[in-house]
């Protein structure tokens, strides 16, 4: 990834900044998957004036996802189709703070992305209390699926990951990078993408100076869900037509680890 002294030259936003400035709770986003090395020369040609989420001197955070869905994958499986309404829950721990939130995304008919969160128990992160799936089902209902639906929601999959968060000069947008992914399902079966890492910004509809500095580049958005992609990554029988290439590509060196066996093994086997 970028290193500490790639990150330094920005001046710091403090969260409090940050959510004031630049919360796009309803945005667009737009991902990307790099390699170490172009991710470092795409962060070097963002405008000096960009800041950097910076709390106590630390700039890149550890962050956990508990993901639920439906015993037949119901959120999987609308964004495998994909349909334009979908949502996703989830709990997101910060580690470092263990500050945890609640977390409900929902697309709508114009795909924009619309994120709505409460605060969480971390100790209960990997569980949903009896308020969190009265919450579920209103926004099941929002997307036009039956609210009875979040009875049957569980854990499926946990992610971990390092972010550092940028912010535009003016605030009219952010871009993170994550680093250091790991996924693993209810089984116990580990993802790792030690050589990858996902920049995704946020912003209203038109693209933003992050995106124009990656299209420079040379990258272009890809389809990427921490979720879905990692699910389909790791259990080759689920629809995967929308994420084929990139597990064909960049995830092609990504390492399984099953838990019942000594070995890991190339990610592109299953591919």
């Known amino acids: 990834m970028t290193t ?5 030259r920005f001046d710091a936003i403090d969260l409090d900044s940050l959510i004031a400035e630049a919360s796009l709770q ?32 630390i700039r890149s ?29 989830r709990t997101r721990t910060y580690l470092d703070s263990q500050a945890a939130f609640l977390e409900l995304k929902t697309r709508g008919a114009r ?28 926004g ?30 003016d ?18 079966t580990t993802l790792l993408t030690p050589r990858l890492l996902v920049i995704e910004t946020k912003s209203g509809s038109a693209a933003s100076a992050f995106d124009r500095a990656l299209w420079r580049a040379g990258h272009r958005p890809v389809n990427i869900s921490k979720y879905a992609t990692g699910l389909a990554a790791l259990h080759p029988d689920l629809p995967r037509n929308r994420w084929a290439r990139l597990l ?17 093994t190339p990610c592109a086997t299953a591919a």
Request: hydrophobic share 35%.
């Open 4 to 8: 500490s002294s790639d990150l330094s």
């Open 26 to 57: 309803t945005r667009v986003d737009r991902k990307y998957v790099l390699t170490r090395d172009s991710a470092r020369q795409v962060v070097a040609r963002f405008d000096d004036a960009t800041r950097i989420l910076d709390t106590e001197g």
């Open 61 to 89: 955070f550890r962050y956990e996802s508990v993901y639920f869905d439906t015993p037949d994958l119901l959120s999987f499986r609308m964004a495998a189709q994909p349909r334009r309404r979908r949502f996703k829950l």
């Open 111 to 138: 795909s924009a992305t619309v994120k709505e969160r409460v605060e969480y128990a971390a100790g209960e992160r990997t569980v949903l209390s009896d308020l969190a799936r009265s919450y579920a089902a209103e």
């Open 140 to 169: 099941l209902h929002a997307v036009g699926i039956a609210e009875e639906r979040a009875d049957d929601l569980g854990s499926r999959l946990t992610t971990t990951y390092r972010r550092a968060t940028f912010v535009a000069p």
């Open 171 to 188: 605030g009219s947008a952010r871009c993170t990078l994550d680093t250091e992914l790991r996924w693993v399902d209810v089984e116990g």
């Open 248 to 264: 064909r590509g960049p995830f092609a060196d990504a390492i399984r680890h099953h838990p019942n066996r000594q070995k890991e």
